[in-house]
């Protein structure tokens, strides 16, 4: 201990974390790196696979589809001119007037711009393997590849990874690849044979009856696998020399949970793992000891409160939406206003139009009063052709991002719901997979495990919950962060949170958000509450990697030593409900008491 106190955070991160390998996985993107890396690479959580079946889909799960109702369509348009009233710019049926610049000035071909990446084109995936050795090519293939030495587990990786459908030669004597994994994923032409897969949608494993359980799961190993040779370089036959941290959105369910400690634990071989909440990693990312968090993800925006490096119970919401569906919104707005090029943007046929939206957004979005117009350059992707430019002038750009506070503006997808014995049948899937030895105790209501105040004296003061609250909310941003922190109960403490906002996740770069966040919470705090102050702490580093860096902190001052889960039990023991070992991180996982048992 008295050398933690006297050691350079620097130094110590140097020290333990060569061996430590961060993973924080989220629906759009996944975030690994090694502990003593300033950042993870973050990456796109999709894999595409190879498939000679016909009718192709485009992606596993392609019986979704974005259906916008005439209600929904009434709404959207209702919440575009409350925000436009407010930003002071004319409503959605007004045309601008006097405008100085054209709607747009057409295709520019062999446009070529100095003002960075934004306005840089994607270019289609090369889907076709380069050489005879297949894992030389999977290498040859991966853009930024740092290290051009083939190691044999490289083909140990692929042989057990690759698609079991045969791979027909082209013309050419070429051999498509049986997986590709990440951006190029996104990139790959919709007429080659592939199908696009992401395991994580909205927070939850996207399992559907087109997405069995068994495939995502295979699919997360692949994806992770792929990134821990590839870019960290770290061999299945070197992993018993490292240690897994897993760093987990709050909106995981217990199975979700315990299925991705067995990929780290049994698939993956990581000689042991340890599981921290997301939004208590970015307490720590940020070097606070309390603060209420605001996770803006790429699909999912989350709110818990912390307090003395603990989640505080029931202050948790889950609101379904977050950066991609900002995207779509500046799509829907550009095309109403017709400022959009007349070009085919398609985000489910075409997941390289999402990557181009995404890039737009962030370059673009801001929210401020008054017209917000841009000249930007928007990308066509056509098969067989050089992506095109057009130049155009992009106008409303502070409205979609407003969506994050009146939600009706952003029209969610419509997506096949998942099975519901796999999500809600808790206790009967915990018998089945977890094996519970122990009885339960005949005070404790049905939906709570036993064990919940064993040695959590911490909690006695905190009321008992029948069953997990429901904690999605369909309330726009500064209620959900109203509600949070008021549930909290306290005064002293209400005031603290509320002058304690942190803003996590991509979306939270956006321009102008933070004061409009202190602003609208004010406005959403009940009169009868004795509270007039609200302010968001800047972010002492990126904010899109507050949480894995957090991981790195906790998982490198072993806070909580008993949370570690060794392979060996992992595997021999599974998981028990009951006394023992128990996760220190979260109030959930601690009222689940879940814990291992040594032989």
């Not at 102050?533 to 991981?551: A, D, H, I, M, Y």
């Amino acid at each position: 201990m008295d050398y933690l106190k006297t050691v350079v955070p620097s130094q110590l991160l140097a020290e333990r974390g060569s061996n430590l390998v961060v993973i924080n996985p989220g629906s759009a993107n996944v975030r690994i790196g090694l502990a003593q890396q300033d950042t993870p690479f973050n990456i796109p959580h999709c894999i595409a696979r190879y498939t000679n079946q016909l009718p192709k889909l485009y992606v596993k799960d392609q019986m979704l589809n974005i259906q916008v109702t005439t209600a929904q369509h009434m709404d959207r348009e209702k919440a575009y001119d409350i925000i436009a009233s407010l930003l002071k710019i004319p409503f959605l049926d007004e045309e601008v007037a006097n405008s100085s610049f054209p709607r747009k000035t057409g295709r520019v071909d062999g446009y070529n711009t100095q003002s960075g990446r934004k306005d840089v084109a994607f270019t289609w995936a090369n889907v076709y393997e380069q050489e005879t050795n297949s894992s030389l090519a999977s290498v040859m293939h991966i853009p930024g590849a740092e290290r051009p030495t083939i190691e044999s587990h490289i083909g140990e990786a692929s042989e057990k990874h690759e698609s079991t459908d045969a791979q027909e030669p082209t013309t050419s004597g070429h051999k498509y690849r049986g997986f590709i994994c990440g951006e190029e994923a996104l990139r790959i032409p919709p007429t080659e044979p592939y199908c696009l897969h992401r395991p994580i949608r909205r927070g939850h494993l996207n399992i559907s009856q087109h997405y069995p359980m068994q495939q995502v799961l295979e699919d997360l190993h692949t994806i992770w696998d792929w990134i821990l040779v590839k870019k960290l370089h770290i061999p299945q036959s070197e992993r018993s020399m490292y240690a897994a941290i897993l760093v987990l959105p709050e909106t995981f369910d217990d199975r979700e949970i315990k299925e991705m400690i067995s990929i780290v634990l049994r698939d993956l071989c990581f000689s042991s793992a340890v599981v921290h909440q997301e939004g208590l990693a970015a307490v720590f990312g940020n070097g606070l000891s309390m603060a209420c968090i605001v996770n803006i993800g790429a699909q999912v925006t989350s709110v818990t409160c912390i307090e003395d490096g603990v989640a505080i119970p029931n202050t948790e919401k889950n609101l379904p939406f977050g950066g991609e569906d900002i995207s779509r919104c500046l799509l829907w707005t550009q095309r109403h206003h017709q400022t959009w090029p007349q070009i085919r943007t398609d985000i489910l046929t075409k997941p390289i139009d999402l990557l181009m939206l995404n890039r737009l957004r962030e370059s673009y979005c801001e929210i401020k009063e008054g017209e917000v117009d841009a000249v930007a350059v928007v990308h066509s992707y056509e098969e067989g052709v050089p992506a095109g430019s057009h130049k155009t002038r992009l106008t409303a750009l502070n409205v979609p991002p407003m969506g994050l506070f009146y939600p009706m503006l952003l029209v969610p997808e419509v997506y096949s719901p998942p099975p519901r014995s796999w999500f809600h049948d808790y206790e009967d899937m915990l018998e089945d997979t977890w094996h519970i030895e122990y009885p339960r105790r005949p005070d404790m209501p049905d939906g709570l495990f036993p064990g919940i105040n064993v040695g959590l004296s911490m909690w006695d003061s905190y009321p008992v919950f029948p069953s997990r609250p429901n904690k999605e909310e369909k309330v726009g941003l500064a209620e959900a962060i109203t509600s949070s922190i008021l549930s909290t109960g306290r005064i002293d403490l209400k005031r603290k949170l509320f002058c304690s906002i942190q803003l996590i996740g991509g979306v939270a770069l956006t321009p102008g958000l933070t004061p409009v966040v202190e602003e609208r919470v004010l406005h959403a705090i009940p009169s009868n509450e004795a509270i007039d102050t609200v302010e968001v702490l800047q972010s002492r580093t990126n904010p899109t990697f507050v949480s894995w860096k957090g991981g790195a902190i906790l998982g490198i001052l072993d806070f909580g030593r008993d949370a570690w889960i060794h392979r060996e039990d992992w595997i021999r023991n599974g998981i028990h409900v009951g006394s023992g070992r128990k996760y220190k991180d979260s109030y959930y996982l601690q009222a689940q008491a879940m814990c291992y048992i040594n032989s």
